[in-house]
Structures are given as structure tokens and as C-alpha cells.
């Protein structure tokens, strides 16, 4: 049974930081991509950053300059640092992983969220 458990969300000024952390738990053989989403409410899911196995990125527009995603293999974790966070980004945060349970099975997991409140 393969489990994502994100934590580090709160409540923050504008302008603040956090940092939101995600691991990976369970019986698989590897991780290919790790990533973290988030949704707003009324509003879809989007993705916020994207990390390969390598150590390439991807960020959305909005999160470019002051998101920063971190990964460690070894003990399958996925970091994201926010910094100058402003109001528009308040919303449930998600951990998304591509993990391979054998070599030719793999699935898409997600964790239960974490909710990022930036307001004054």
C-alpha cells in the first residue's frame, strides 16, 4: 500500500514563506515524477511544480521566481519552499507521485492535501 502524507501547511501573512513537505511510504520499486498541485476553491486543480527522477523542473507561470520544489531520493521525499506568498495563493495543496510498483506497473498516487491559508 503506497501512501503520500503531506505536511506543512498554515496560515501565513502575505509575504510570508512556508515550506511543504510530502513522503512517500509503502512497497514500490521506484519513483519517476513527484509533483505538487493545488486547488483553490471554486476554481480546477492545477499543477504548481514538477520534479523528475534526474532533478529536472517544471513550474507554473505563477509560481516561477518564488516556488521552489526539492527533492531526496533516498528517502523519497518532495519538498516545495514558498516564499512571497501572496493571497491568490491560498489553496489545498497535493503531493502527486508516479511510482512504479514492478517494472511494468505504475500508477499515479495523490495525498490527502494540505491547506495553505495567506491572508492578514
Known amino acids: 500500500q503506497v501512501q503520500l502524507v503531506e505536511s506543512g501547511g498554515g496560515l501565513v501573512q502575505p509575504g510570508g514563506s512556508l515550506r511543504l513537505s510530502c513522503a512517500a511510504s509503502?512497497?514500490?520499486?521506484?519513483?519517476?515524477?513527484m509533483a505538487w498541485y493545488r486547488q483553490a476553491p471554486g476554481k480546477q486543480r492545477e499543477l504548481v511544480a514538477l520534479i523528475t527522477s534526474g532533478g529536472s523542473t517544471n513550474y507554473a507561470d505563477s509560481a516561477k521566481g518564488r516556488f521552489t520544489i526539492l527533492r531526496d531520493n533516498a528517502k523519497n521525499t518532495v519538498d516545495l519552499q514558498m516564499n512571497s506568498l501572496k493571497p491568490e495563493d491560498t489553496a489545498v495543496y497535493y503531493c502527486?507521485?508516479?511510482?512504479?510498483?514492478?517494472?511494468?506497473?505504475?500508477?499515479?498516487?495523490w495525498g490527502k492535501g494540505t491547506l495553505v491559508t495567506v491572508s492578514s
Open positions: 502527486n507521485a508516479h511510482i512504479y510498483i514492478t517494472q511494468i506497473s505504475s500508477m499515479f498516487y
Open positions: 509503502g512497497t514500490f520499486l521506484s519513483i519517476n515524477t
